[in-house]
């Protein structure tokens, strides 16, 4: 089969493992960067969608071809053509391993905090405000000390914590002056910067790993440093994991768990989580997971 997937940064890990992964099993896999993708709809040809795609500036564009299923692995700085080119393949009835909606929702972490706890999920204590919200009142309503996180950040980015209420009412006005839509959450210290990350695909979670900063660092994402470890789960986090996903929308994604004196609390649930950490620790082959779980999307749309 010819699979696409849609990823700025083909060489890294998780894209060359995806690629091997297609390849072992006979299939095609083109990788592209949405941000290089033009959309056309054509009026003399209604319910007919085009896509070009330029691999240099300066070069002339070419008309992509018929793919019979699609990967996104596509960054924060790509949410918006990526979500639009996941939209266009899913007019086309082609399979997509996490459709736009869900990607939509896991990017956007309130919106995705919001429905969790709809859903009766635990999270932790988190609010929203407005920019003309005095920030000395949002602050109030969080427990000191405090994590401020971004709405679009990745990989630990944009994930503050403040020791003192002062100094998160001072981070939280630098981000409100900055006009970048921020969150406030409770700080987890019981936790001891750790937290375990599940890897689900479809409805099974596949592997499983507890995260921990390294040298006081409060972030355990990868990027940060951390450092990880096999763990198993108990009945009630692994549900949690698999309902999180459910809930978003997503065929794949990386569930990020706490455990709090009051039980597990779903901190995010990642749309294109990583694979390099999870794999060397779990030894499993969860590129080649996700490559057979693709497959029978595939023919179960055939069917």
């Known amino acids: 089969m ?4 849609l990823c700025r940064e083909p060489r890294l890990y998780s894209c060359q493992r995806l690629l091997e992964a297609a390849t072992t099993c006979g299939h095609t896999l083109d990788i592209i960067d949405p941000n290089r993708c033009l959309l056309k709809l054509d009026q003399s040809q209604p319910g007919q969608f085009k896509i070009y795609y330029q691999v240099r500036f300066d070069q002339a564009p070419y008309l992509l071809p018929h793919y019979d299923a699609v990967i996104p692995r596509f960054g924060s700085t790509s949410t918006a053509m990526g979500c639009a080119l996941l939209r266009h393949f899913e007019a086309l009835k082609v ?3 996490n459709g736009s909606q869900a990607f939509l929702n896991a990017r956007d972490k309130w919106h995705s905090l919001m429905l969790l706890q709809q ?3 635990a999270v932790p204590a988190s609010a929203l405000c407005g920019n003309e919200f005095d920030a000395k009142y949002a ?3 969080i427990r000191s000390p405090t994590i401020l996180k971004t709405l679009s950040g990745s990989q630990g980015i944009g994930v503050m914590l403040a020791e003192k209420r002062q100094s998160a009412v001072s981070i939280l006005e630098t981000l409100k002056q900055a006009n970048i839509a921020s969150l406030l959450q409770d700080f987890i210290g019981e936790a001891n910067g750790s937290d375990i990350r599940c890897f689900v695909v479809g409805d099974k979670i596949v592997a499983s790993m507890q995260r921990s900063g390294q040298n006081g660092e409060f972030r355990a994402n990868a990027h940060r440093g951390g450092q990880a470890q096999l763990i198993p789960l108990s009945a009630e986090e692994k549900a949690i994991a698999l309902k999180a996903a459910q809930i978003l929308g997503l065929e794949v994604a990386g569930v990020d768990i706490i455990r709090s004196n009051h039980g597990p609390l779903i901190l995010e649930v990642n749309a294109s989580p990583g ?8 030894k499993i082959d969860i590129a080649l997971q996700m490559i057979i779980y693709l497959e029978k999307l595939i023919r179960s749309d055939l069917t």
């Open 2 to 5: 010819k699979l696409l997937m």
């Open 95 to 97: 399979p997509c391993l």
């Open 119 to 121: 859903q009766n999920i």
């Open 139 to 141: 602050v109030d309503q």
């Open 275 to 282: 694979l390099e950490l999870i794999e060397k620790t779990s």
